[in-house]
């Protein structure tokens, strides 16, 4: 089965993100793990609730069958409020809120060579930016 090929490498990925996080804010925090499938072209949409004047840092991975997947941060009025867009399989950014309330994370799958790829994507709240961008 492919889940079963692919999946110790998520668990591998959401340990080197949480100590990208914590090398730079011990004190950060997870506070949201979301994991999934989605087919090539297709996005996955997580409601998440954030507080103005915190920082937050978002992470997206995808198992080996999937060569691109974006990140992408919507406001409650739909706004884009912040993404990760580029060709590659590990998109991040990190945001501080400056209101608060929910917001829509969205995974899209550009790049997946199996009828469905794998996903999961973090967020990790903290007190400084872990990301110069």
Known sequence: MQAFENGPWLPEAQKINRDIVHRKDAQARQIHLFSGRAAKE???????????????????????????IDLTLKAADGRV?????????????????????????????????TEQCEYSSQVFMGTKPVFNR
């Open 42 to 68: 297709q996005n996955r949409s997580h409601q998440v609730q954030l507080t103005a004047g915190k920082y937050y840092s978002f992470f997206a991975d995808c198992d080996y069958s999937c060569s691109d």
């Open 81 to 113: 409020v912040k993404e990760n867009s580029d060709d590659d399989d590990f998109p991040m950014f990190g945001w501080r809120a400056n209101r608060t309330g929910t917001y829509t994370l969205t995974v899209t799958m550009p790049k997946c060579s």
